[in-house]
């Protein structure tokens, strides 16, 4: 019978949510860098201007960390039924979050070399040509940063009758990792560009020339800051080492609730933004089915995948006996 409708115990293991609207405003931020990169390197060379070449290269590099993100949109809704992903394709997201932040930290390292370079060896700066190239950068990253961000906080909890501890703490779980790498990227360029407009006017009009690569400084600063944050988010998932607090206390507490079964092994991992994953190893003196263990696991809502297994400890001591 069980062979026959083997299908009555199986499940899927997409965990994922369907994100088809944050992969088509990450697709139209894309062509609109893209656009302003060819645009501004194509005038740079017409007007020999090296601040219209430079920034047409660095909105390059932005353009490669957002594509680096919309493949990997793409990539885990195609393959989000492949069977040979063991628990779904949400980790692709994450890779692509983790490389994305390794663009952002070099943009930060590139910066700093560049304005370190400046210090020593100060260049003559067309101010007009210069804050002309900065608010059209400006103005293109508000643009793709309200098109990312429309729609960001439509979804609500899943869970709307929550506690409010509840709430906070699955705050950052619901944290969309890929879509934060795109985000910084965005934020990352509008903040060099109004670091490099306030740095050109202060020049401009009060001589502090000195003020354009202090200001790349700490933009940099901040930069390799946001990079190393994703970098241990990121980082800390794609290594499994997501052992939550809150959720393992939580787990203990449910399966231990009856006074007497005791947790001998917990292992728990992401395997959504806002899901886990668990086995349990547990030991009862009790005939408790797994099914019974399940049931009280159902209020940590965070799971999406649970696996039990029970030891006897009556077994245990037989065999100890036996020894």
């Known amino acids: 019978m069980h062979n026959e409708q083997i299908e009555l115990w199986q499940h899927q293991h997409i965990f994922n949510t369907d994100k088809k609207a944050i992969e088509k405003r990450t697709l139209i931020v894309v062509l609109i860098t893209f656009v302003?990169?060819?645009?501004?390197?194509?005038?740079?060379?017409?007007?020999?201007?090296?601040?219209?070449?430079?920034?047409?290269?660095?909105?390059?590099?932005?353009?490669?960390?957002?594509?680096?993100?919309?493949?990997?949109?793409?990539?885990?809704?195609?393959?989000?039924?492949?069977?040979?992903?063991?628990?779904?394709?949400?980790?692709?997201?994450?890779?692509?979050?983790?490389?994305?932040?390794?663009?952002?930290?070099?943009?930060?390292?590139?910066?700093?070399?560049?304005?370190?370079?400046?210090?020593?060896?100060?260049?003559s700066i067309y101010y007009n040509q210069a804050l002309f190239v900065a608010i059209l950068g400006l103005l293109v990253n508000l643009v793709c940063a309200v098109i990312l961000n429309s729609g960001s906080h439509s979804h609500e909890h899943e869970h709307p009758h929550h506690e409010e501890h509840e709430h906070f703490r699955n705050k950052h779980n619901h944290e969309d990792l890929n879509f934060k790498s795109a985000y910084l990227h965005v934020v990352a360029d509008a903040l060099t560009s109004v670091l490099a407009i306030a740095a050109l006017l202060g020049a401009k009009y009060f001589d502090f020339n000195l003020l354009d690569p202090f200001m790349g400084i700490v933009g940099a600063g901040l930069i390799i800051r946001w990079s190393f944050l994703l970098l241990k988010d990121t980082g800390g998932i794609l290594l499994e080492r997501e052992m939550n607090d809150s959720i393992v206390n939580e787990i203990r507490s449910e399966i231990e609730s009856d006074g007497d079964s005791k947790i001998s092994d917990l292992h728990i991992w992401k395997v959504a933004q806002n899901k886990y994953a668990c086995i349990v190893s547990l030991v009862t003196a009790k005939k408790y089915s797994s099914e019974e263990y399940k049931e009280r696991l159902k209020k940590v809502h965070e799971l999406a995948h649970v696996t039990i297994e029970i030891n006897e400890c009556k077994k245990i001591r037989s065999a100890l006996v036996q020894f």
């Open 36 to 123: 302003t990169m060819i645009a501004e390197i194509l005038f740079g060379l017409i007007s020999s201007s090296m601040a219209l070449l430079a920034d047409g290269w660095h909105m390059g590099t932005h353009a490669f960390a957002l594509g680096i993100s919309l493949v990997a949109y793409i990539t885990a809704r195609k393959y989000a039924k492949d069977e040979t992903f063991t628990f779904g394709t949400w980790k692709i997201e994450i890779l692509g979050a983790y490389t994305s932040a390794i663009v952002l930290g070099i943009v930060g390292l590139i910066m700093i070399y560049s304005s370190v370079e400046r210090i020593i060896n100060p260049l």
